[in-house]
Nanobody
């Protein structure tokens, strides 16, 4: 079971960017796909992006396409989510998750390990 720790959230002005990090420990990093999800106040947790084991494949939610980039470094056991041109609707707790699926997926139940989340608050 992987332990995941997110960081990088905070207060961000609308239009600006933020870089979220997720550091993993306790497993073989490059055997997992990773995903980022978010939960806005009063809403369900939603998919944001996912990345394949070697980083060659990525998938994004329509709501963030063009404003998000997911990447990973298997030597550093780290996954990043870069968010740009932030809007108020991007305010949420962002979660990193790891899964053993062979293919990229947005289905939360296929991600077994989750971090505690990092809050991103976008203000105008």
């Amino acid at each position: 079971q992987l332990q995941l720790v997110e960081s990088g959230g905070g207060l961000v002005q609308a239009g600006d960017s933020v870089r979220l990090s997720c550091v993993a420990s306790g497993g073989t990093f490059n055997t997992y796909i990773f995903g980022w999800f978010r939960q806005a106040p009063g809403k369900e947790r939603d998919f944001v992006a996912s990345i394949s084991r070697q980083g060659g494949g990525t998938m994004y939610a329509d709501s963030v396409k063009g404003r998000a980039t997911i990447s990973r470094n298997n030597a550093e056991n780290t996954v990043w989510l870069n968010r740009s041109r932030l809007i108020s609707e991007d305010t949420a707790v962002y979660y990193c998750a790891a899964g053993s699926s062979v293919v990229l997926t947005l289905q939360q139940h296929l991600y077994a390990d989750w971090g505690q989340g990092t809050q991103v608050t976008v203000f105008s």
